[in-house]
């Protein structure tokens, strides 16, 4: 029993003792007489009463001695207990309900007390649920009530304050069925990444800023129980002969994990958020990251099947945006989507997933394929698509894509680790080639980047912002190195987008082709705006004279 309720019961007892003290006879009492005896102070026989009493006031005393009169006073005192009684449980429910929603909102660090009644509930409820909870690939919405509503029932078992209560309860449903201390911040949408680097020392991403938190796991073992959680209902493993994992969570957020011997100091876990809603291009005109003229360019190239590929660094945002442009490609057509762990959420009708798969040497399923991005881009070519859209490449898969971008899948896209388009196409895409099986010539490989791709989007992060630094295209050669020229560019002191003036033959006349009109407005310089803006004044201000 916690505090309050003994101390509601103690209230409620003394108020039943005053009503029994007050509800009994009273003794009876010496009572000093005008001539110096004394006698009982008891009252008068009837028929003594009624001789010295007015007739009129007979029926009033008559009345008064009547047995009702008696039973009202109880029931009077039974109904202000009870109103009492009424009210402090009202107030004890308030106060519970008061201290569950502080619980509730508050990062819980337990107390080595608190830890022995988490360990004792946390061991009772797992050998309760061990049979579901194993045979289970993941843990039902079904389930989870019901191991909440038992862990509930243990808790109120524990001779401790209600509070405490509420503190392990939290605690012991975070470890069975959440992500332990990291359930806050994933409920937090101004979260966009969360570093575990140890299991006491966790940070978070807030609106473009690292902060270090005060939450943290019970111990490396709790660390390294949630991690398995994560991968183990998507098929993947991580153990000593296999340290290190990619997998997703069910919101679609990225997860990556190691474990010692690959992390010696402890198990680390990083989770990259992906919201259930996806930006549209008219989120990124809202959020700065780039202006309506470049998000109009774009829609309209991805519907003329330009090949495009997003560059960036790490955590700019190169995912989100490939799932942004891949939402103007035309319903009519077949998409495969290529990815490590599927994040893209293309809402097109006609779109298949294809998902990597490693294989563990465990010695179990020693035939098992092992499937890998190169693997499933030579699959899809089977597979009659439209479009071929990879979630990001990093190894000789390139050779796959680059090919497949020139040989019937014009449309495609990707994303690549990149910090300018320049850097692209002269490191990073030379880089990725001589991961290939087969090997090219540089100029060989200028070749084909020239005329497989036609578009390079590269964004970039400034602080909060996401900005998409510039779009080029891919005009050809010059010499042996692959020729590129900016059509729009982010400008970082003024901190605005413009245009360069360069009109995109190549884009134009395919977006001719296909019927797909734009506005030649759009590619004129700051300068010839400038010149334009200053002309209509002047002609403004010479027809007013």
Known sequence: MSLIERRLQNAVNSEKQKEREHSSPKSSSLRRTDDGTSRRNMREPPSRRSETR???????????????????????????????????LKTLDEEKRAIAETVDKE?????????????????????????????????????ADEIEKAVAIECERLPVLYETQQRVKK?????????????????????T????????????????????????????????????RIVQPIGRQINVSRPIVDARLSDGSRVCATIPPASPDGATLDIRR?????????????????????????????????????????????TTLLNMLSGAIPDDQLIITIEDSCELKLESPNVRRLETRTVTSSGKNDNAMNVDIRALVKTSLRMRPDRIVVGEIRDGTITDMISAMSTGHEGSMCTVHANSAVNLVNVRLPMLY?????????????????????????????????????IT???GMEGSRVKL?????????????YATGYRPRKILDRMLEKGIEISDDMFKSREVKEKERLESESAGTEGNV
Request: aromatic share 6%; glycine share 4%; net charge negative.
């Open 107 to 143: 990062i819980i660090k337990i107390t080595d007390d608190e830890r022995k009644y988490v360990d004792q509930v946390t061991a009772a409820i797992s050998e309760r649920f061990k049979q579901q909870v194993s045979s289970a690939s993941s843990i039902s919405t079904a389930l």
């Open 485 to 497: 020229t900016d059509i729009f560019r982010y400008d970082e002191i003024k901190k605005e987008y």
């Open 54 to 88: 007015p007739p009129r006031l007979e029926a009033h005393f008559k009345d008064e001695e009547e047995p009702e009169t008696v039973l009202s006073r109880k029931d009077v005192m039974e109904s202000a207990t009870s109103a009492l009684l009424k009210e402090r």
């Open 434 to 470: 001589s991961m290939a099986d087969a090997a090219f010539s540089e100029e060989s490989e200028a070749i084909q980047i020239a005329e497989a791709i036609d578009l390079i989007v590269q964004i970039k992060r400034y602080g909060k912002l996401r900005a998409i630094q510039s």
């Open 274 to 318: 992906f919201f259930d809603v996806a930006l549209t291009g008219e989120d990124y005109i809202r959020l700065g990251s780039m202006n309506e003229d470049m998000l109009d360019f774009l829609r309209k190239a991805v519907r003329a099947k330009s090949s495009i590929i997003v560059s960036g660094g790490t955590g700019t945002g190169k």
């Open 193 to 228: 990444e969360i570093v575990v680097q140890r299991w006491d020392h966790i940070c978070i991403e807030r609106e473009g800023k690292i902060h270090r938190v005060q939450a943290t796991f019970t111990d490396e073992r709790h660390l390294q129980t949630v991690i398995q």
């Open 171 to 191: 605690t012991v449903i975070s470890q069975i069925i959440g992500l332990g201390p990291l359930d806050p911040y994933m409920a937090d949408p101004k979260v």
């Open 473 to 475: 295209e891919v005009t």
